[in-house]
């Protein structure tokens, strides 16, 4: 029985994004944000990370729930917020479609 390794190989810069967009996160809220955000592979998997600037100083300390990225072309990618700051956080793309990495 042969088995496949899903994380196999290097780890490999595919895909740089950044632009401005909008920080989504519960019901309602939002903020605008600029985004830089490095998409990588290693084998099938597809992870992601940067940096956010915009003005966060109410969720510092927080954690909000259900937070998601509208990229400048209108894509909706779920995400988690690291190191909240009053203008600054570390994000990291979650589960982000294969199609972020074409």
Same mark, same amino acid.
């Given at each position: ?28 809220? =939002? ?7 490095? /998409? ?6 597809? =992870? ?8 966060? =100083?109410?969720? /510092? ?17 779920? /995400? ?9 956080? =570390? ?12």
């Amino acid at each position: 029985m042969q088995t496949r390794s899903y994380r196999g190989g290097p780890l490999r810069l595919v895909k740089s994004l950044r632009g401005e967009g909008l920080l989504m996160w519960g019901r309602r809220a =939002s903020r605008r944000v600029a985004y830089r955000i490095d /998409v990588y592979r290693q084998g099938l998997l597809l =992870s992601g990370d940067g940096e956010l600037s915009g003005e966060f =100083s109410e969720l /510092v300390g927080r954690s909000p729930p259900n937070a998601r990225l509208r990229l400048a072309g209108g894509q909706e990618l779920p /995400v988690g917020l690291l190191d909240i700051g009053a203008d600054a956080a =570390s994000v990291e793309l979650l589960s982000p479609p294969a199609s972020i990495g074409e």
